[in-house]
Antibody, heavy 115, light 107 residues
Framework: EVQLQQSGAELVKPGASVKLSCKTS????????MSWLKQMPGQNIEWIGN????????GYNQKFKGKATLTVDKSSSTAYMDLSSLTSEDSAVYFC????????WGQGVMVTVSS | DIQLTQSPSTLPASLGERVTISCRAS??????LNWYQQKPDGTVKRLIY???TLESGVPSRFSGSGSGTDYSLSISSLESEDFAMYYC?????????FGAGTKLELK
């Protein structure tokens, strides 16, 4: 069974950074891309970018370049997303989802940016 | 970026009713369209992929159709667990983009 387990909720101060994780199981991690997505409260879902589990190759939505950095650890089948220079506009639920076509999703993690 | 216009934004409906949600793309997306259901707890589930292929385990009352720029999701006979948010996604071109969502609510 494919599973994507995300890390817990984060409360972070403005200007800080946060690293989110997405631990996978049930499939060959290195054969798939992993996408990350953002959903602000009551808002649409936005695609941030994706990363290939095999070699760490990345592609980003232009809107999130400089904000998000995607990495992987093949040894633990885990994908990570670093979010930097956080502001209130970064307060949202963030999902990981297995790519090509986003078939399996993590449960989402709430990031709250507040002083 | 490809824009997806999803309608209606809110859809009041009754149990047993048939409903249809529309998703129109700003350019052809060659059937590279999925439909997702999001429950109030935030859980997201893929229902339909490649326009019309039903995800394993998804009830057959769900169906998808379309081509070119126009796509739709239909639910043939609403059950209580179907009241949720629905989103379309295009993955034909980067960046992937979503429709704004349809809230299916009990009338």
């Amino acid at each position: 069974e494919v599973q994507l387990q995300q890390s817990g909720a984060e409360l972070v101060k403005p200007g800080a950074s946060v690293k989110l994780s997405c631990k996978t199981s049930g499939y060959t991690f290195s054969n798939y891309y992993m996408s990350w997505l953002k959903q602000m409260p009551g808002q649409n879902i936005e695609w941030i970018g994706n990363i290939y589990g095999g070699n760490g190759g990345t592609g980003y939505n232009q809107k999130f370049k400089g904000k998000a950095t995607l990495t992987v650890d093949k040894s633990s089948s885990t994908a990570y997303m670093d979010l930097s220079s956080l502001t209130s506009e970064d307060s949202a639920v963030y999902f990981c989802a297995r790519s090509g076509s986003l078939d399996y999703w993590g449960q989402g993690v709430m990031v709250t940016v507040s002083s | 970026d490809i824009q997806l216009t999803q309608s209606p934004s809110t859809l009041p409906a009754s149990l047993g009713e048939r409903v249809t949600i529309s998703c129109r793309a700003s350019q052809s997306i060659s059937n590279s369209l999925n439909w997702y259901q999001q429950k109030p707890d935030g859980t997201v589930k893929r229902l339909i992929y490649s326009t019309s292929t039903l995800e394993s385990g998804v009830p057959s009352r769900f169906s998808g159709s379309g081509s070119g720029t126009d796509y739709s999701l239909s639910i043939s006979s609403l059950e209580s667990e179907d009241f949720a948010m629905y989103y379309c996604l295009q993955y034909a071109t980067y960046p992937y983009t979503f429709g704004a969502g349809t809230k299916l609510e009990l009338k």
